[in-house]
């Protein structure tokens, strides 16, 4: 089945600095992208859809120049929490979409805990 | 947008008994409903999905139903087991501008005692 691969697994960074979080689809290819952000014992919220080769769409209340989001192929899309403060700290989860899958694919990574101090 | 309640935010039951738990959504046009089951630290693992052109759908312990024209789905688990333990999510599949997207229900922390 469809694989999702998300790295790091979690991260500690001072306030700051940046951080770089990659998404990989193992098996197939991933046109669309999504990046959710999940505060505890909250519920996935969706950040941005990333479509490969173009801009990301950003939900409203998301700033792009601090989450930058780049998918430039059909494997691999990266967010990068610039200037990272403690607010930002949170699990960050990806998912990608394969549209050839019948359940319309979407599949998950295994997430990003990220905790800045 | 679309926007997707879930009720209870939390449930508790003995094993062996059932759970039910239910989402209204409220855009027609979604067409697409999955349920997620979320270990604390872990991702989201699909335990079952409907599409809007039908209105049931089982898998052995676990059913879905679907009702279109009152804009509500619900996820039935029976015979609950201390494992099913854990954050159930709905969600519904929409297009939100140029894309497709999910759109994720609050939760429900399901706790089921031996």
């Known amino acids: 089945g469809a694989v999702v691969s998300q790295h790091p697994s979690w991260v500690i960074c001072k306030s700051g600095t940046s951080v770089k979080i990659e998404c990989r689809s193992l098996?197939?290819?991933?046109?669309?992208m999504f990046w959710y952000r999940q505060f505890p014992k909250q519920s996935l919220m969706l950040m941005a859809t990333?479509?490969?080769?173009?801009?990301?769409?950003?939900e409203q209340g998301v700033e792009k120049d601090k989450f930058l989001i780049n998918h430039a192929s059909l494997t691999l899309s990266t967010l990068t929490v610039t200037s990272a403060h403690p607010e930002d700290s949170s699990f960050y989860i990806c998912?990608?979409?394969?549209?050839?899958?019948?359940?319309?694919?979407?599949?998950f990574g295994s997430g990003t805990r990220l905790t800045v101090v | 947008g679309e926007n997707v309640e879930q009720h209870p935010s939390t449930l508790s039951v003995q094993e062996g008994d059932s759970a039910v738990i239910k989402c209204t959504y409220s855009?027609?046009?979604?067409?697409?409903f999955p349920w997620y089951k979320q270990e604390l630290g872990k991702r989201p693992q699909l335990i079952i999905d409907?599409?809007?052109?039908?209105g049931e759908k089982k898998d052995q312990r676990i059913a879905v139903t679907l009702n279109k024209t009152a804009k509500h789905f619900s996820l039935h688990i029976t015979e609950t087991q201390p494992e099913d333990s854990a954050v159930y999510f709905c969600?519904?599949?929409?297009?939100?501008?140029?894309?497709?997207?999910?759109?994720f229900g609050k939760g429900t922390l399901l706790t089921v005692n031996p």
């Open positions: 990333s479509n490969e080769g173009s801009k990301a769409t950003y």
């Open positions: 998912s990608a979409r394969d549209v050839v899958n019948p359940n319309y694919g979407y599949t």
């Open positions: 855009d027609s046009a979604s067409n697409y």
């Open positions: 098996d197939f290819q991933a046109t669309t």
């Open positions: 969600a519904a599949h929409t297009r939100g501008g140029s894309n497709y997207k999910l759109t």
């Open positions: 409907i599409r809007s052109n039908v």
